[in-house]
């Protein structure tokens, strides 16, 4: 069946059983789920078909819902979002990483090791990318639901990381999740624009 193929089956169950997809994965059932860096580049090239196939810039999205008409070049905040979302190829493989040190530091815990923490952080990365899609269609609608990009990125890593990481105490899981899915972000976030001002200014 289709559904049983390795993407399918891979992108069905992140969305209802990741805990499940990531402990089958390490256990060695790994003919069942696309591995996690191959799933990552796959949803990246899905979501980059969709932006072309919409015309979708984020760039001009910003504009409009700021009002304005300056160009990139003219402002450095613009120029170095312009830079992130032309390389994002890049810049995406830094988020499994910032995510597998924040679920070390909030779920220590646990007996994962680095190796296994960033599986994790790949195949919530890339599940992020294919629900980033979302927003992208919703700017058809109004400009400003863009901003929906990061409700959906911190919902689905807090529930990721919950499900995957979850005690019988469901507040203080979905905290934790919550605090490790938000500093993840961040720090990603923190992380693209500092390397994206110093190749900028560097030129």
């Known amino acids: 069946m289709v559904v049983d193929a390795p993407f399918p089956r891979t992108f069905l169950r992140m969305f209802l059983k990741p805990n499940l997809v990531i ?4 256990e060695g059932k790994r003919k069942s789920y696309y591995a996690p860096v191959k799933y990552l580049v796959l949803c990246f090239f899905i979501n980059f078909l969709v932006t072309k196939a919409v015309d979708f810039d984020p760039i001009e999205i910003q504009k409009k819902i700021e009002h304005r008409e300056a160009e990139v070049g003219q402002n450095m905040g613009y120029e170095i979002g312009s830079f992130i ?34 599986v994790i952080g790949f195949y919530l990365s890339a599940q992020y990318i294919i629900l980033a899609i979302i927003p992208i269609l919703l700017v058809m609608i ?3 639901l863009f901003y929906s990009n990061y409700l959906i990125s911190i919902v689905y890593i807090t529930y990721g990381l919950y499900k995957i990481f979850k ?3 469901f507040i203080k899981s979905i905290i934790k999740a919550y605090f490790a899915a938000l500093m993840s972000l961040v720090i ?6 500092v390397i994206a001002y110093i190749i900028i200014t560097s030129r």
């Open 23 to 26: 402990q089958e994965f390490l």
């Open 167 to 169: 005690r019988k105490s």
């Open 142 to 144: 109004h400009p400003v």
């Open 188 to 193: 990603y976030i923190l992380i693209a624009v």
């Open 85 to 118: 979302s032309k390389n994002l190829n890049y810049f995406l493989f830094i988020l499994p990483f910032t995510i597998s040190f924040f679920s070390k530091l909030w779920f220590w815990k646990y007996s994962y090791n680095f190796a296994e923490r960033t």
